[in-house]
């Protein structure tokens, strides 16, 4: 694995520029813009940003701590591959990026259609604001169980160390389409996740709820029924669709949780209790609130 370390601080040192050199052209931006048109909302916002990378710091700091484990969990189902590696290194890589991204966006649909999944990737989505930063703002605890979703890649021939790279090199892309300043980008919109599918995706517009999932490749929403346009008619309006109060970073990571907190509270049964945990969010037993997919039936 020492190979693995390297090349990701390989990545680390030539990404860290670009993205200094981005959000410093799209800051240029938003201030142009404002000192333009005084009714046009700011991209940014100091205390964002900065929440932005603290929660960031956090996701690091846990998924470096956790590593051992999930490397170990990893190699351990590798040496149980159904498959010897492939030998084509142009096929190998294609396929586990191709695989990876399928994965990724299991990940990323279970992490908005199960509660208990939700109260961590929440983080996420609480900013009211949309630009690069945003791409940092890590869901803090994914690191303690995101591994799962690769084991199927080890069992099918793929090396521990590879499929870390290749989620490491897929992250890249997955920062840099957070951002407004990037409109449609014409047939790439039908084969990647374009800043224009992300802002769709970060929106809490009801049309716009659980919506283009993935990392890189958008064909998986297309192929599963997730997939949703980018209306001109429905401009995005980015974060929850309850506000979170008060805005911090403790409860920006938590608040989510001090809510199944309260369900758990209530005088009703055992399975009702765990059914907040894992339904999806919006579900309660007496039908006072509404799932996602009830605020769209609705509309």
């Known amino acids: 694995m020492p190979g693995t370390y390297n090349f990701e601080d390989f990545l680390l040192k030539i990404s860290t520029p670009f993205y200094l050199l ?3 052209l799209e800051i240029f931006l938003t201030y142009r813009q404002t000192s333009h048109d005084h009714s046009a909302r700011p991209s940014y916002s100091f ?11 956090c996701n690091g700091g846990i998924d470096l701590l956790f590593r051992a484990v999930y490397v170990t969990v990893l190699l351990w189902f590798y040496n149980l591959a159904l498959f010897a590696p492939i030998q084509n290194p142009f096929a190998y890589w294609l396929l586990l990026f191709l695989l990876e991204d399928l994965a990724f966006y299991t990940l990323h649909y279970v992490d908005h ?19 690069l930063t945003t791409g940092f703002r890590s869901s803090v605890f994914q ?17 521990p160390a590879d499929i870390i790279v290749m989620y ?38 009801v049309q ?17 029924g997730t997939f949703q346009e980018e209306m001109a008619e429905v401009p995005p309006r980015y ?27 209530q005088p ?3 399975p009702t209790k765990l059914k907040y945990l894992l339904k999806a969010p919006g579900w309660s037993h007496d039908g006072s609130r509404e799932t996602s997919k009830d605020l769209q039936s609705r509309l």
């Open 168 to 205: 490491s090199l897929t992250q890249i892309y997955g920062i840099i389409v957070h951002t407004e300043y990037v409109k449609k980008l014409g047939w790439l919109e039908y084969l990647l996740v374009t800043p224009s599918h992300h802002r769709v995706h970060h929106a809490s517009n």
């Open 143 to 159: 690191p303690l169980y995101r591994f799962i979703y690769f084991i199927p890649l080890a069992i099918l021939g793929f090396e």
């Open 268 to 270: 009703v049964d055992l």
């Open 239 to 265: 974060g929850l669709t309850k506000p979170m109060q008060p805005e911090n970073v403790v409860q920006t990571v938590f608040h989510e949780w001090k809510e199944i907190g309260r369900d758990f509270r």
């Open 113 to 131: 259609h199960c509660r208990l999944f939700w109260a961590v990737h929440v983080t996420h989505h609480s900013s009211e604001h949309f630009n």
């Open 47 to 57: 205390r964002d940003s900065v929440t932005n990378a603290v929660l960031m710091l």
């Open 22 to 24: 981005l959000i410093g």
């Open 208 to 224: 716009y709820l659980d919506k283009n999932m993935g990392m890189c490749l958008i064909i998986w929403d297309r192929i599963f």
